[in-house]
C-alpha cells in the first residue's frame, strides 16, 4: 500500500486543502480508505488524524470498509416502497446473507438501499452497477442475483 500511497502524494503539494481529493484519489487506488492510509495521509498532509477520519466519514462519498466489487442498490424510495420493495430487500439479504451497507464474506457484493433513483415507473427497482432492473419481485431479485454467477452463495463462506 505504502508505494501506491506515495505515487499518489507525489502528484499533490502536501497543502491541507488538498485532503479531500487526496481522500478521493486513494478510495480510487484501494477501493475505500483503510485506517492506515488515513494515518498515512494526516501525516503527509501534517494534519491530526483526527481531522481526515473526521472528514471520511462525514462524505457518503467515502467508504471505511472493503466494498464488492459489484455494488447493489435497492431503491427504498416511496414508489418502491409501495410496491413491495421491503420484501425485495428481504430476498436480497436472505441470499447474500447480509445486512443493508454491508459487503458479502467474498467481496463480491456490497448492498445497499438508496433514495429514489428517477425510474418510479418500473418501481420496484434495483441497480446493479450500471445496471438498473425493475418492476421487481423478490424471485426476480434472487434470479437476477444467481444470474451473476456464484451470487447466490456469495455470503456463505
Ligand atoms: S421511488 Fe424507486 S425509483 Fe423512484
Known amino acids: ?60 462519498r467515502f467508504h471505511l470498509q472493503p466494498r464488492g466489487r459489484h455494488i447493489i442498490r435497492l431503491c427504498c424510495g416511496t414508489a418502491c416502497h409501495v410496491r413491495g420493495a421491503r420484501k425485495v430487500s428481504d430476498r436480497v439479504k436472505e441470499v447474500l446473507a447480509v445486512e443493508v451497507g454491508q459487503t458479502t464474506g467474498d467481496r463480491k457484493y456490497t448492498f445497499e438501499q438508496v433514495a429514489c433513483i428517477g425510474a418510479c415507473g418500473l418501481a420496484p427497482v434495483m441497480t446493479i452497477d450500471e445496471k438498473t432492473f425493475g418492476k421487481l419481485t423478490p424471485d426476480r431479485a434472487k434470479e437476477i442475483l444467481t444470474s451473476y454467477g456464484d451470487g447466490a452463495e456469495g455470503g456463505r463462506e
Open 1 to 60: 500500500m505504502d508505494e501506491r500511497l506515495d505515487a499518489i502524494f507525489a502528484s499533490f503539494k502536501g497543502e491541507k486543502n488538498e485532503l479531500i481529493p487526496i481522500l478521493q484519489e486513494v478510495q480510487e487506488e484501494l477501493g475505500y480508505l483503510p485506517d492506515e492510509a488515513m494515518r498515512q495521509v494526516a501525516h503527509f498532509l501534517r494534519l491530526p488524524e483526527s481531522k481526515v477520519f473526521g472528514v471520511a466519514t462525514f462524505y457518503a
